[in-house]
Structures are given as C-alpha cells and as structure tokens.
C-alpha cells in the first residue's frame, strides 16, 4: 500500500508532464519489483523501501537497465524517469546527490575501462625497473609511487618539493600538488608511510641539482640536462623509460602495448577489487582513486561484482573448479528426482550419490531460482566450519563450498545474462 501511494503520489505531482509519468508506470513499477527482489535475496525479514536504496543497489539496477535497454535513448528516458521519482521521494527515502549521480544521465558511451596490468606482467616490469636502478633510482621511485597512488603521471612529475605539508607519528604525510581536476588550485591528500618516505627519498636524491639557477629546481623529480657549456634542468622522461623497459621484456610478458596510464589503471581495479569485497559504497571508492561515476563505472565490473560477492560469501578464492552439471535459466518439470537439499536435480531416474558428489555429476541440472538454496548452502558451510576444530571436517566444508561457489557465480552471470 506504501508502494501505490508512492507511485499515485508521483504520477499526479511529480515533475515533468503528467502524460510522461503516466506512461512510465511500467518503468516505475519495475523499479519497486527490483527494490523487493533485492530484499528477499538478501534474507531481510521486513521491506522498507528507505532501508533498500543505496548507492550499490541503485549502481545494480542501472546495470539491469543498461543490459536491457542496449539504445541509449531508450536507457537515457528510464534513468530520467527513475530519476525523478527519487528526486520526488528524496527526503522520504533519504535519497543523497551521491546515490543521484549513480543515474546520471552523461556518459552513457559503452566503455570497459583502461587496461590493467596483470600481476606476472606487474611483477616482471617491476623487476626490470630495479635493474635500472643504480643509474636511475628517480625513475624506480616514480614506478613506486604511481602503484601505490590515485595520483596521475603528471601530478607524479610535478610534485614540488615543499609537497610535504606535515607528518603524523606514524609517518603517513599530507601532500599538496597540482591535480588535473582542480583547474590550477593546489588540493592536498593523506598518503602512507611508504609513499612519505619514497618522496624524501627522492627530495634527497636531487637536492644537489636543486641548486642549479632553474625555474625547475622547485620540482622533485629533476635531473640534469647532459651539456658540457651550462648548468640545466629537465624533468625526468618516465614515459621514455617505460616504454624502453617494455621493450626489453616484450617476450616475456602476457600482454603487449601497455603504457604508462595502464599503471594508474592497475591501481585503480586493484582498489575496486578489494573495495568490493570490504563492501564499501561506490562513492567511498570513487573518493580512493579521485574517480567520477564514469570511471566507477569503467572499474566496477560486472564479472567482478559477481566473482567477488560469491568470494565473500563463501570466504573461498574462486579457483579452477571443474563443475560438470547444467544450468538453465527457466525450470524445466521434466526432471523429477531432487538432490540433497534441493538444490537441483538429477536426469537419471535412480541415483545414490550425495549432494556434493551430485554437483560434479554430468547428469546433475539446477536452475537460477536455485540461487538462495546455493547461498544458505554456502552459509551453512560457513557456520560449520566456525563451530568445529576438526581439520577433515573443514577440508571437507571448503572442498564442498568451492563446487558451491563455481555454481553460484554462473547462476548469477545467467540471471543478469552476463
């Protein structure tokens, strides 16, 4: 009754032409089915819709639009309309600018964000950096800082060096540059005790050079012009010796053509994998890595969403798990013979084996709606492995919870036709 009064409410008083709102009934009420769904799937005992919008739950449901509605028209028109009616009910269910931004209407292009380097690649790169090191330990440092920050390639280079602002005990510093994004204003952020010490370190590396009569020599990251007649200044060419290095490893690395952004990319997923599984909210990400929703949205993948909710329920790494049954999206009645704690069924008429053997069966079949069986399931597990010391048994559990959780990540990317 709540939900048709809102919707009532909406369609006669909202903003827009009434005609419009009228004819989005579909579009709104679809958006209330999500908001319930999304409540039973979490196992809450009571729907209250103000206790259901949050930023990830409204990033879930774009995501559903944006799959349904491949015309950006089209998508444009539902997010305006979703839109509105939060803007409507705002203060009734304490709908923040930040959720509203989750639906904004720019930057709808299809984009799968930058390229991240993989780890061995990572590794390999970074490995090869330090070779380099004796003869240029600024160009490490740089390679450094760029892993362990938001910062980009140019807020690096152009650090100056009174950036430190102060230290705190426990050597974490307050650092002050120029962004890209705060149109020539000095804005500041709190880096850790690493990123503190590669700094003075590279404060100290260059503070013979900074005495050379140079309008660089306010900046860190500086070197020598290599002339015999006057003492001159360059920043350092990381990007040069990037692609140098690059070139020297070609063969042994996984992927080709990565350049010097790519880094700032690895940071970036890096802090949207772990962010995720720490759930924390969209905007507390996009304030980690100084992003907008359009690189939110590049990061927060799809695949990754769901790979990591199925980690974290199951507190399983998803590995190379062979999983040898079927899924289908709508339930067939043909299959008769349920498995241990219905949680699919079997094509044979007669079988003996257990549940857990069932799911390695190739005569074994589940469907989508099996999804909170395989969730509680999971959980059950969980709470076995808590309140037991004795190893077989918790062998057992995360041998069993690994098959679970495979199944559980397909079923998922099924029902979202991922």
């Known amino acids: 009754m709540q939900i048709r009064g809102d919707i009532l409410e909406f369609i006669w008083c909202g903003s827009g032409t009434f005609y419009t709102r009228q004819k989005s009934n579909y579009l709104i009420k679809d958006f209330y089915k999500f908001l319930e769904k999304n409540s039973s799937e979490s196992l809450q005992t009571e ?5 259901q919008i949050d930023h990830k739950t409204l990033f879930k449901y774009r995501q559903k639009l944006e799959f349904k509605y491949p015309d950006t028209a ?63 330990k600024l160009s490490l440092i740089v390679f450094e800082i760029f892993i362990l920050t938001n910062l980009r390639i140019g807020e690096i280079l152009n650090l100056e060096r009174d950036c430190i602002e102060y230290k705190d005990p426990l050597g974490r510093a307050n650092i002050r540059y120029l962004s890209k994004t705060s149109n020539g204003e000095y804005t500041s952020q709190l880096m850790s005790e690493k990123v503190t010490y590669l700094l003075e370190e590279a404060i100290r590396l260059t503070t013979l050079v900074a005495d050379y009569d140079s309008p660089l020599s306010k900046y860190i990251f500086i070197e020598p012009v290599q002339r015999k007649i006057n003492n001159k200044l360059k920043i350092i060419d990381f990007a040069y010796l990037f692609k140098k290095v690059l070139t020297k490893i070609e063969d042994q690395l996984e992927n080709k053509n990565y350049s010097v952004n790519n880094l700032r990319h690895t940071y970036i997923n890096n802090v949207y994998k772990e962010g995720t ?43 190379d ?52 069986k395989f969730e509680n399931k999971i959980k059950a597990l969980n ?3 808590k309140n037991t010391s004795n190893p077989i048994i918790i062998e057992e559990a995360v041998s069993q919870k690994k098959l679970l959780s495979q199944y559980l990540k397909n079923m998922i990317a099924l029902e979202e036709n991922d």
């Open 74 to 136: 089209t998508l444009k028109n539902a997010l305006k309309i979703i839109r509105n009616l939060l803007k409507y009910h705002g203060k009734k269910y304490s709908i923040t600018s930040s959720m509203l931004k989750v639906l904004n209407l720019n930057n709808l292009e299809k984009t799968y964000g930058g390229k991240p380097i993989t780890e061995d690649d990572l590794r390999i790169i970074y490995d090869e950096f330090k070779k380099y090191s004796d003869k240029n």
């Open 321 to 372: 798990v062979d999983i040898n049954g079927e899924i289908k999206k709508v339930k067939n009645n043909e299959y008769k013979n349920s498995v241990k704690d219905n949680l699919g069924h079997c094509k044979e008429n007669t079988c003996v084996f257990e549940a857990m053997e069932c799911l390695i069966c190739p005569h074994f079949v589940t469907f989508t709606n099996r999804i909170p």
């Open 383 to 385: 709470s076995t492995i």
């Open 47 to 51: 729907f209250e819709i103000e206790n």
């Open 277 to 319: 599984k720490l759930n924390y909210s969209l905007p507390k990400l996009a304030a980690i890595t100084n992003n907008g929703y359009k690189t939110a949205k590049m990061y927060y993948r799809k695949n990754n969403e769901i790979e990591l909710y199925v980690e974290a329920l199951s507190g399983v790494t998803l590995t």
